[in-house]
């Protein structure tokens, strides 16, 4: 019902920025909360950003507070995530995922939709 397609990651050098992307399908887009969530190799798959139905509030990770924005433009069907300031331990794989909530769970298995993954790789 919902097709999540992220693009965005490379990579990139420590201190450098990258914007990732991830365009829903679906006019219900702006019903649903979405997250970005992040997966290391060997590390549990967490919860980075996340933002409301309507974009009106914002949430963060403590390690990415400051550095990490997450943003959606509805009339697009797309929510972005803004990333400076990058560091070698945020090297990971991203990756949106939808909840049909008004409001975002910082928890990834109360997602409904996930998007394919994008790779992030930052150099030291």
């Known amino acids: 019902q919902v097709r999540l397609v992220e693009s965005g990651g490379g990579l990139v050098q420590a201190g450098g920025s990258l914007r990732l992307s991830c365009i829903a399908s679906?006019?219900?887009?702006?019903?649903?909360?979405m997250g970005w969530f992040r997966q290391a190799p060997g590390k549990d798959r967490v919860i980075v950003a996340a933002i409301t139905q309507n974009g009106g509030t914002t949430y963060y990770t403590d390690s990415v507070k400051g550095r990490f924005t997450t943003s959606r433009d509805n009339a697009k069907n797309t929510v972005y995530l803004q990333m400076n300031s990058l560091k070698p331990e945020d090297t990971a794989v991203y990756y949106c995922?939808?909840?049909?909530?008004?409001?975002?769970?910082?928890?990834?298995?109360?997602?409904?939709?996930w998007g394919q993954g994008t790779q992030v790789t930052v150099s030291s």
């Open positions: 995922a939808a909840d049909d909530q008004p409001l975002p769970s910082g928890w990834a298995d109360q997602y409904d939709y």
């Open positions: 679906g006019r219900a887009f702006n019903t649903y909360a």
